[in-house]
């Protein structure tokens, strides 16, 4: 079992920033994949961003975040970051974090963002 401890989210005007995090209980390094997916309201949850949780830290973005969205790990922190930038009043969701080890797929609680003036 991994457990997902997700803090950050809250109200940001449209065109703000915002972050928001996520701690895994065992050690990013022995985790294959971690990142971000999103639901708003009425609609699927969908990717955002990814990043290895070992090597280089490759990352992966959705199309409609790319150039303003930046997830980043630190393994002092052993948390893993989600920078966003210029954000849109349709980003507003449920911002949820997501690991991938050992062949299972764990979920956080969820955090909301909402953007909004």
């Known amino acids: 079992q991994v457990q997902l401890v997700e803090s950050g989210g809250g109200l940001v005007q449209p065109g703000g920033s915002l972050s928001v995090s996520c701690a895994p209980s065992?050690?990013?390094?022995?985790?294959?994949?971690m990142g971000w997916y999103r639901q708003a309201p009425g609609k699927e949850r969908e990717l955002v961003a990814t990043?290895?949780?070992?090597?280089?830290?490759?990352?992966n973005y959705a199309d409609s975040v790319k150039g303003r969205f930046t997830i980043f790990r630190d393994y002092g922190e052993n948390t893993v970051h989600l920078r966003m930038n210029r954000l849109k009043p349709e980003e507003t969701a449920v911002y949820y974090c997501?690991?991938?080890?050992?062949?299972?797929?764990?979920w956080g609680k969820g955090t909301l963002v909402t953007v909004s003036s």
């Open positions: 065992i050690r990013i390094f022995s985790i294959s994949e």
């Open positions: 997501m690991a991938d080890y050992v062949g299972t797929r764990y």
């Open positions: 990043i290895t949780g070992t090597g280089t830290g490759s990352a």
